[in-house]
């Protein structure tokens, strides 16, 4: 299901008046997505009017909030870049007229409440457009990737607090922040914090949502960067009753919240998961959770009220897991259920002609042994990876249902 959307969104942000009074029309979660995420928006890249729309939507909403204005330009805080031609380069933000750059834009809105710290939220907005780098789709080319969940989910999630944090727990400001360019190397929140628009050293620390919009029936969540301040572990767990949390030391990952960690500023960053629609054009609005949604927007703002009587947090720095990850140069062609916790790696989504489809694994399929390596966890499973190369042919035993299942697999 998808949606053509013109100006029905804009009573949202307006009075609606019945014959006795008057009153607001509230925005839901759902609403924000189903703009966000409409194909009138057409996927969101980083740069396209698109994302300009979307920018334009996320500012008005931030105003209807009450949110003061702490961009560059109002809500906005725009950044030109040259694309990298090597992904080991820095991206060049200082470019020329002329040079082929790209001009994304953040959106950045504050409440105010004159306290000494401030805690950042954020999530990303923009997403792949028509199918660009890091696309998944092997269809039709030009089809629109509308990023329901990666990251219309964040995003609405992030205004839900906005409307809930405008009269409660004072003791700190809030900067709401909504970033472009991530999918391009996390570059809208790269830019902030070399380029703030209020002094960092006054964050207390910085809370990031990213894909939030496919919570499974048996509830996981992972938390990531829950080491990156002594006091985040047990507040994340205290205030637990809905979830079964995957709760993750690391402060760095691929989402914007590692901008934040690597500047000495403890970060949270919530995730529901990867699927077989990830990076696709099927991310789309009827696949989402929504009260699943509404139950992490009411979670985090339990941690944020558990802590706001704590002050500055303290940073502390956590070991990059990434760091110990083998190399590998083959894979299976299916999606990790990266949130499974037992024994073996489940898989969450299968793409036609693999080599995992063309042995017959399926989705939901636990993947037990490749070769002679057993497989444990996902670390087993890539380090068991690495050991083969493109043509090379093994056996790989699965768990389906009950059943242990042998097949001959060529990478």
Do not use: W
Request: charge should be negative; glycine fraction near 10%; aromatic fraction near 8%.
């Amino acid at each position: 299901m998808k949606y053509i959307i013109t100006s029905l969104f804009l009573v949202f942000l307006t009075a609606c008046k019945t014959e006795t009074k008057e009153t607001i029309k509230t925005v839901s979660i759902k609403d924000d997505v189903t703009f966000l995420a409409s194909d009138a928006l057409e996927g969101r890249q980083t740069g396209s009017d698109g994302e300009q729309k979307a920018a334009k939507y996320i500012a008005e909403r931030f105003q209807s909030i009450g949110l003061q204005e702490k961009g560059t330009k109002g809500y906005l805080q725009t950044f030109s870049f040259r694309p990298k031609t090597d992904p080991h380069q820095k991206v060049n933000y200082t470019v020329k007229d002329g040079d082929s750059t790209i001009t994304g834009t953040n959106v950045i809105g504050l409440i105010d409440n004159k306290a000494e710290n401030t805690i950042i939220i954020g999530a990303h907005y923009d997403h792949l457009g028509l199918g660009a780098e890091g696309s998944l789709h092997r269809g039709e080319k030009g089809a629109i990737h509308n990023g329901a969940d990666d990251n219309a989910s964040g995003v609405a999630v992030l205004l839900n607090l906005a409307e809930r944090l405008k009269a409660i727990n004072t003791n700190n400001n809030y900067l709401f922040m909504a970033f472009s360019g991530e999918e391009m190397g996390l570059l809208g929140s790269n830019y902030f914090v070399k380029n703030p628009t209020i002094d960092t050293k006054k964050v207390n620390y910085m809370i990031n949502m990213d894909m939030v919009g496919r919570l499974k029936a048996d509830t996981t969540l992972a938390v990531y960067g829950v080491g990156t301040s002594p006091i985040l572990k047990q507040t994340v767990t205290s205030n637990n009753s809905k979830f079964k949390i995957v709760a993750k030391e690391s402060g760095v990952g691929p989402s914007d919240h590692t901008s934040f960690y690597h500047a000495d500023i403890p970060v949270l960053h919530f995730f529901t998961g990867q699927h077989e629609d990830y990076h696709k054009p099927s991310d789309d609005t009827e696949k989402l959770n929504y009260e699943g949604m509404q139950t992490i927007s009411n979670y985090i703002l339990e941690i944020i009220t558990d802590l706001d009587n704590n002050g500055k947090l303290p940073f502390r720095e956590t070991k990059n897991e990434s760091d110990s990850v083998p190399k590998f140069e083959v894979g299976l062609g299916v999606t990790p259920d990266y949130l499974y916790d037992g024994e073996g790696m489940r898989i969450d989504g299968t793409r036609s002609d693999t080599p995992a489809t063309n042995a017959g694994i399926q989705k939901g399929d636990i993947v037990m042994k490749i070769g002679a390596q057993d497989i444990t966890d996902m670390m087993s499973y890539m380090t068991a990876l690495s050991s083969f190369k493109k043509g090379d042919t093994t056996k790989v035993t699965v768990k389906r249902g009950e059943e242990l299942i042998t097949v001959d697999l060529t990478f």
